[in-house]
């Protein structure tokens, strides 16, 4: 239609139809926005009903929680549903402790926790709150030197390529603390929630046994 054409009746419905859906659509997505914001932030605080300050929705469970990972107070925003694997790699970038199954079955996510090893990917953040939590970047010394168990692992050639040596090595450091010189088999129990894609299981059974002769 040109600028001189005249709009014919139909014409004038159907422009203010359309321009009604593209309103509606508008109104629809800032609703969605806004009630999202609003379930966001249901968790954190509300006003009481009878105006009387601020305090928490009856039944919301706190979202912003402190967590002592490595030794230091992390204050973090955690959802009620989230696993531990996720606020480490995610929202405190400690992505040295791997993903791999989600399912408690490869050991890629073992951290510790109170120095019992432990699946952080089955683990729900809420449920660590004041314990102490371990992650591979807290197994070196307070120099950054190597743990023994990180240096008998190398010297034992376990790592291949590397995607379940955090998990390895966590479990070894915890399998060491609560039995500092296990048997063979012992160790080999130990480890055995860790799974090695590449087949490194003499390898890194060697290095944990390495490493309790060194201690
Ligand atoms: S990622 Fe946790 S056990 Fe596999
Ligand atoms: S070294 Fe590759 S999965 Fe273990």
Same mark, same amino acid.
Not at 176 to 204: F, I, Q, W
């Given at each position: 239609?040109?600028?001189?054409?005249?709009?014919s009746?139909?014409?004038?419905?159907?422009?203010?139809?359309?321009s009604?859906?593209?309103?509606?659509?508008?109104?629809?997505?800032?609703g969605?926005?806004?009630?999202?914001?609003?379930?966001?932030?249901?968790?954190?605080?509300?006003?009481?009903?009878?105006g009387?300050?601020?305090?928490?929705?009856?039944?919301?469970?706190?979202?912003?929680?402190?967590?002592?990972?490595?030794?230091?107070?992390?204050?973090?925003?955690?959802? $009620?549903?989230? %696993?531990?694997?996720?606020?480490? &790699?995610?929202?405190? !970038?400690?992505?040295?402790?791997?993903?791999?199954? +989600? =399912?408690?079955?490869?050991?890629?996510?073992?951290?510790?926790?109170?120095?019992?090893?432990?699946?952080?990917?089955?683990?729900?953040?809420?449920?660590v709150?004041?314990?102490?939590?371990?992650?591979?970047?807290?197994?070196?010394?307070?120099?950054?030197?190597?743990?023994?168990?990180?240096?008998?692992?190398?010297?034992?050639?376990?790592?291949?390529?590397?995607?379940?040596?955090?998990?390895?090595?966590?479990?070894?450091?915890?399998?060491?603390?609560?039995? $500092?010189?296990? %048997?063979?088999?012992?160790?080999? &129990?130990?480890?055995? !929630?860790?799974?090695?894609?590449?087949?490194?299981? +003499? =390898?890194?059974?060697?290095?944990?046994?390495?490493?309790?002769?060194?201690?």
């Amino acid at each position: 239609m040109t600028k001189g054409d005249r709009m014919s009746d139909a014409d004038k419905t159907d422009a203010a139809g359309s321009s009604g859906i593209r309103a509606s659509r508008r109104t629809v997505i800032k609703g969605v926005i806004a009630s999202g914001v609003a379930v966001g932030a249901a968790g954190y605080i509300v006003y009481d009903r009878y105006g009387g300050g601020l305090g928490r929705a009856k039944g919301s469970v706190e979202r912003l929680v402190t967590l002592n990972v490595n030794g230091k107070d992390r204050r973090v925003d955690v959802l $009620p549903n989230e %696993t531990l694997v996720h606020t480490i &790699r995610y929202k405190l !970038g400690l992505t040295g402790t791997k993903l791999g199954c +989600d =399912h408690s079955e490869c050991g890629a996510c073992t951290v510790m926790v109170d120095d019992i090893s432990t699946y952080s990917c089955s683990t729900l953040t809420h449920s660590v709150r004041g314990r102490k939590i371990t992650t591979i970047e807290g197994i070196e010394g307070p120099n950054g030197e190597l743990h023994r168990v990180q240096k008998a692992m190398i010297k034992e050639l376990g790592p291949q390529c590397g995607f379940c040596t955090s998990g390895q090595v966590v479990a070894a450091v915890a399998l060491l603390k609560a039995n $500092p010189t296990p %048997t063979v088999d012992e160790a080999r &129990r130990g480890m055995s !929630g860790n799974l090695c894609r590449c087949g490194a299981y +003499d =390898h890194y059974l060697k290095a944990v046994m390495t490493a309790s002769r060194e201690a």
